[in-house]
């Protein structure tokens, strides 16, 4: 049972509903003066539902730090804090999450704006209700966020289901949301966002000691998918602080629709070690084709603690659509500087710890420490100005459930 127990632990930790761009992305990426929210829900999924539950209890509340720095001059610090508790029963419980995204940033986007440092601050609110049924569990969440010039509001409904003695989970979740756009020193603007999203996934106990996974997650945005704030050179090198040529504001399509595919397999090899590994394979309507690889380590020196080597390779294609510089105006009006719309790659490592302990008598009060250390590396194949940018991740949290 112990290599089950492990295999199961390091699965859920590496097997959450499938990133959404064609890979996880370097933002905040801000694009001019004030730096403008990830305009894109489909990049930061806009309304996961509450995180899975904990150990049994009453009562459970949990903070967390999420620090990130870039040789692109962005800084983010990101707490987080959230509260589970009982509502009636032991089957019923609400979870109220409040987090802050709080930034700096001189990246390049910001400079060829011609635009000063920019400091921004979101904030954001989640509340979900689920239940525990014999064969599974319902949840639902609503969440908003709001900066300076970005208001966000979201729900989802979740459903997952046992089966075959409980060696088989199904996943499924349906969301969908809407986004107010403005932008800053002009009260006029302004523009709306709608989306939706389905998500499956399937989790097969196959042995004693091996889970597989698969998973498929659709998205459609509809409305104003580009950024107020991003400027596109035309018969320049496709600067446009320095440029000659004439600047006019970035225009992408009005619709947008993405699908990730992945599949994971976890082994344990030895009663303290296991192994995982995955693929996902992304699409888009714009013509993005992402393929990303994933592998994993983990061992439980003690039963109390966990530790984990992670790593994830990604390269994608560039969209349609994109150009590194313009000429002129593409015939069919589409022309951006979105980074992550060109040829791009991207290399992750991370070092991972998870503890847990019982205090005081048995059934007392369990604490949770975590611990999250990477470094990745974003290549850009064709984006003038920036060939690349390190990223450095740290995030630290504590919970405990009594």
Not at 65 to 75: K, S
Not at 346 to 352: A, D, E, P, S, Y
Not at 378 to 390: I, K, N, P, S, T
Request: hydrophobic content about 40%; aromatic content about 8%; glycine content about 12%.
């Amino acid at each position: 049972m112990k290599l089950l127990e492990l295999c199961m632990i390091t699965l859920v930790a590496v097997a959450g509903p499938t990133e959404q761009s064609g890979e996880p992305s370097t933002t905040p990426t801000p694009a001019g003066p004030p730096a403008s929210p990830p305009a894109d829900p489909a990049t930061s999924p806009p309304a996961d539902p509450p995180d899975p539950p904990g150990p049994p209890g009453r009562l459970e509340t949990a903070a967390s730090l999420y620090v990130r720095a870039d040789t692109d001059r962005t800084t983010v610090i990101s707490p987080r804090a959230r509260l589970r508790t009982r509502l009636g029963d032991d089957r019923s419980h609400l979870d109220l999450v409040y987090a802050v995204d709080a930034w700096t940033s001189a990246s390049i986007d910001v400079r060829t704006a011609a635009s000063p440092v920019v400091r921004e601050q979101r904030d954001e609110v989640g509340v979900g209700v689920d239940r525990e049924w014999p064969w599974g569990r319902v949840a639902v969440s609503y969440r908003v966020s709001h900066e300076n010039d970005y208001l966000s509001n979201s729900g989802s409904v979740s459903v997952q289901a046992d089966a075959l003695q409980r060696t088989v989970t199904i996943d499924a979740r349906a969301l969908a949301g809407g986004d107010i756009v403005g932008r800053a020193g002009d009260e006029r603007f302004r523009r709306t966002i709608g989306y939706g999203g389905l998500f499956f996934g399937y989790t097969h106990v196959l042995t004693r000691t091996t889970l597989a996974q698969a998973a498929l997650d659709f998205r459609a945005q509809r409305g104003y998918l580009a950024s107020p704030y991003r400027w596109v050179s035309l018969g320049a090198a496709g600067l446009c602080a320095d440029a000659a040529g004439l600047c006019i504001p970035e225009q992408h399509p009005g619709r947008r629709l993405r699908l990730a595919a992945v599949g994971r397999v976890r082994q344990a090899l030895a009663r303290r070690w296991s192994l995982g590994a995955g693929y996902r394979l992304y699409r888009d309507s714009w013509g993005v084709l992402g393929h990303t690889g994933l592998l994993d380590v983990r061992v439980r020196p003690l039963d109390t603690i966990t530790l984990g080597l992670e790593g994830r390779g990604y390269t994608q294609g560039a969209a349609d659509f994109y150009r590194a510089a313009y000429p002129n105006v593409p015939s069919q009006g589409w022309l951006t500087r979105d980074r992550e719309l060109s040829s791009m790659w991207n290399v992750r490592g991370g070092l991972v710890l998870d503890g847990r302990w019982v205090v005081g008598r048995e059934g007392g009060a369990v604490l949770n420490i975590g611990a999250l250390a990477a470094g990745s590396y974003y290549g850009y194949r064709e984006f003038v100005g920036l060939d690349g940018v390190a990223v450095l991740e740290l995030t630290g949290s504590i919970g405990v459930s009594l």
